[in-house]
């Protein structure tokens, strides 16, 4: 089955300061990718994500690329605010299945420096 | 945008007692949803999928007479921990989705902690 990997496990950043968080994957067969941010005591909340047949998306300061070949996929963060601090996690799932089912990362706990 | 409710959204119950979650769609037909459980600092690990009208789906060691899940219309779906014991004390999560094309989108959990 689908295995993904995720890295840094925290990372803390000045505000302002760009956040990179990587992702990687074990199944070709995954074309859905999707990125979750979740607040303390609350559930994850979709923020973005990207089709197997797109290499980057964009929406306002979050961007999130993809390289099907390395099987890696990546969160990009740009002017940080306080306000983006929590734990983000990528995912991966194959939506040519019925049986299509989201396996997520370990997550990522984003801290932002003031 | 879409809602996925999930009530109660805290439950402290002595050992021994069942409890029941709520997952409701709020705005739109949930033909699939899923239950996930979350160990503090830890990712969300997938306990079983189910469709409407349908049995649930478990997941590997996911015991299903202890977990029951029922997902009898196109808005609801209930995960029972019956007769809950102090190991089961977790974060449970709910999500939803309509076609397997649209987002999956995750309610805000319900923390039971058993005593």
């Known amino acids: 089955g689908e295995n993904v990997e995720q890295h840094p496990s925290t990372l803390s950043v000045q505000e302002g300061d760009s956040a990179v968080i990587k992702c990687t994957y074990s199944d070709s067969a995954s074309n859905y990718f999707p990125w979750y941010k979740q607040e303390l005591g609350k559930g994850p909340q979709l923020i973005i994500d990207i089709r197997s047949n797109v290499g980057e998306k964009k929406d306002q300061r979050i961007a999130v690329t993809l390289n099907k070949t390395a099987k890696h996929f990546s969160l990009h963060i740009t002017e940080t605010q306080p306000e983006d601090s929590a734990v983000y996690f990528c995912a991966a799932s194959n939506r040519d299945s019925s049986a299509s089912k989201i396996i997520f990362g370990s997550g990522t706990r984003l801290s932002i420096r003031p | 945008g879409a809602v996925v409710s999930q009530h109660p959204s805290r439950v402290i119950c002595k050992s021994g007692t069942s409890v029941k979650i709520e997952c409701r769609s709020l705005d739109f037909q949930a033909t699939t949803m899923f239950w996930y459980r979350q160990f503090p600092k830890q990712s969300l690990m997938l306990m079983a999928t189910s469709n409407e009208g349908s049995k649930a789906t478990y997941e590997q060691g996911v015991e299903k007479d202890k977990f029951l899940i029922n997902h009898a219309s196109l808005t609801l779906s209930t995960l029972t921990v019956t007769s809950a014991h102090p190991e089961d004390s977790s974060f449970y999560i709910c999500?939803?989705?309509?076609?397997?094309?649209?987002?999956?989108?995750f309610g805000d959990g319900t923390r039971l902690s058993i005593l």
């Open positions: 999500s939803a989705r309509g076609t397997v094309e649209q987002p999956q989108h």
